[in-house]
């Protein structure tokens, strides 16, 4: 990696708001807000203030201190406002799942995902636009640290780049505005923001087939059917998911699963009273993906285990997508001390998927100690000192790269990827049979590549995460 990850417990989120706003004597003046709604809002008032500095309003003048105090205090991939939410009460917070990503875990996954972006630009016209969307953004601590990535590793791609945010909460996507600007101010190349207001299940599937790149970590709670139109085209919406993708063309037709399912009877589909946003918002993003596109999303542990969501496993596996192949690439399990900064110790993973590539295995890796402990205090050693979590994104980029190019040599694959045929003649076929070494460590075992079938012997993908 060409940066350090952020492992300090105290630095996962940017301070400078607080900071400054102490420093301008808010508290004096009666205006220590608690909540970003409040300053965001007044941010916005001053810098969409249209008229002359000399005659600026009264009641704005401490706004600009505050604006020229951030331009002041920014670094690249800073998210100012994410720390004034994560000082709010944790019920507060939970009531709209806003349990922020620490910078430790966005780093990794913003790795993850920048690796594979530079590897699949190579291979795309250089005047193509990359489009990176954020589902569910919250105040853009997860964007900032892959635009943090992207500069470091690949500069030259940051003007290519289209990105597009979405969040229900009007204060949040105008914090990530803010945030991107100060990022652009700071001298980052960073061209266009597209932003979007509302349901992310209802907006997003505009985009469908055209994204390179989904990052982010979707809200962990479930919300009604009743608020959705009926043809809903997610299977999480349905009483019988595998019928639903059997009948509209959703699996692999060489697949355990589509045989499984193939001359049954199927049931009437109907509604499921309740959707779980998690699972919809992962099924949601890979239908964004352009071919080849990259998929990396932090979710909880429980959907990888429990017997309710394996036919959303099963979709991983053996799914598809308008002709093209869904392919799980990578699971790393985190620590359950990753949001301890919000106050909860829910189990999670980063999940890593692909579209339309040749895959024959998957990477599997249990990430024991990162950054912090159970209380909050930094640990002297953990995996990133160790090495293991740099030899992980190194082997994981390496599999993206041969996956690729092993796509390229598959004709029926590179026809539904919709590359140029130049690529068929001018590649040579890649093993990936025992590509990837086995690191040895008592902590972080992080790149043993395991078979994807998963219906071999009856094992699925939640076996197979907790066989490791």
Request: hydrophobic share 35%; aromatic share 6%; glycine share 6%.
């Amino acid at each position: 990696m060409n940066y350090q990850i952020e492992r300090n417990p105290a630095l996962q989120f940017s301070n400078a708001t607080s900071d400054a706003m102490r420093k301008l004597g808010f508290s004096k003046q009666g205006l220590m807000y608690q909540s970003v709604w409040d300053i965001t809002d007044n941010l916005m008032s001053y810098l969409k203030y249209d008229g002359d500095e000399l005659t600026l309003p009264e009641n704005l003048v401490i706004w600009r201190s505050l604006w020229e105090e951030l331009e002041s205090n920014t670094k690249i991939g800073d998210d100012h406002f994410a720390n004034i939410n994560q000082e709010g009460s944790k019920r507060g917070r939970s009531y709209g799942s806003e349990f922020f990503t620490p910078a430790l875990h966005s780093d990794i996954m913003c790795n993850v995902a920048v690796d594979s972006l530079m590897c699949l630009s190579k291979k795309l016209q250089k005047d193509e636009r990359l489009k990176i969307l954020e589902p569910s953004c919250g105040t853009g601590a997860i964007l900032m640290r892959f635009i943090k990535a992207a500069y470091h590793k690949c500069p030259e791609l940051l003007p290519r780049m289209d990105f597009i945010v979405n969040d229900l909460n009007r204060s949040s996507t105008d914090a990530v505005s803010m945030n991107f600007m100060l990022q652009q101010l700071v001298g980052v190349p960073l061209t266009d923001l597209t932003i979007h207001n509302g349901d992310a299940l209802k907006l997003l599937p505009m985009y469908e087939g055209q994204i390179h790149c989904v990052i982010g970590n979707p809200p962990f709670h479930k919300v009604s059917s009743n608020n959705y139109p009926a043809g809903m085209t997610l299977p999480c919406f349905y009483n019988k998911p595998l019928e639903y993708l059997y009948a509209n063309g959703g699996l692999k037709i060489d697949s355990p699963t589509f045989k499984d399912v193939d001359g049954k009877k199927l049931s009437k589909l109907k509604y499921n009273s309740t959707v779980p946003l998690d699972i919809a918002i992962t099924e949601m993003s890979i239908r964004l993906l352009k071919p080849l596109g990259i998929c990396s999303l932090v979710i909880p542990d429980g959907i990888l285990a429990n017997s309710k969501s394996k036919a959303f496993r099963q979709g991983l596996i053996d799914g598809a997508h308008n002709d093209s192949p869904i392919n799980l690439l990578s699971n790393m399990s985190l620590p359950s001390t990753t949001f301890l900064h919000s106050e909860t110790s829910v189990k999670t993973s980063i999940l890593t998927i692909s579209k339309n590539v040749a895959v024959d295995s998957v990477m599997m890796a249990v990430i024991e100690d990162l950054g912090w402990d159970s209380r909050t205090k930094a640990l002297r050693e953990d995996d990133i000192t160790k090495g293991n979590i740099d030899k992980l994104l190194s082997e994981l980029k390496k599999t993206y790269a041969h996956c690729v190019q092993k796509t390229l040599c598959d004709e029926t694959l590179l026809t539904t990827s919709g590359l140029d045929n130049r690529y068929l003649e001018a590649t040579k076929p890649v093993l990936l049979t025992a590509s990837v070494p086995v690191f040895e460590s008592g902590r972080c075992k992080p790149a043993e590549l395991i078979n994807i079938n998963p219906h071999q012997d009856n094992i699925d993908l939640a076996m197979s995460v907790n066989s490791i």
